[in-house]
Nanobody, 124 residues
């Protein structure tokens, strides 16, 4: 069993910053990448940022480029998301996930483990 625990979500004013953390525990597992997804009410889950362990490449959704930064530690199975210049449209539940099969890093179907989510609310 693999558990992912996210933390760091809270209410913040527009223009503010937050840092989300995710730590995996449980049985040993291998992963291609770790990522942050978000889902707002009535919207599909979208990949915000992903970190590919082999080579350290990153992916960012266009809506967060230049504002969000993903980082992590493969050995510790942990990943972080630094979010700056937050906007009300960033309001969502943010999920940490582990990619366990090859495929496009922004596709949720390639992720085998998911956290329970942490709520980020940005007030205007």
């Amino acid at each position: 069993q693999v558990q992912l625990v996210e933390s760091g979500g809270r209410l913040v004013q527009a223009g503010g910053s937050l840092r989300l953390s995710c730590a995996a525990s449980g049985r040993t597992f291998s992963s291609v990448a770790m990522a942050w997804f978000r889902q707002a009410p009535g919207k599909e889950r979208e990949c915000v940022a992903a970190l590919i362990w082999n080579g350290g490449s990153t992916y960012y959704a266009d809506s967060v480029k230049g504002r969000f930064t993903i980082s992590g530690n493969n050995a510790k199975n942990s990943v972080f998301l630094q979010m700056n210049s937050l906007k009300p449209e960033d309001t969502a539940t943010y999920y940490c996930a582990v990619q366990t099969s090859n495929g496009l890093v922004y596709r949720p179907i390639t992720y085998g483990y998911w956290g329970q989510g942490t709520q980020v609310t940005v007030s205007s």
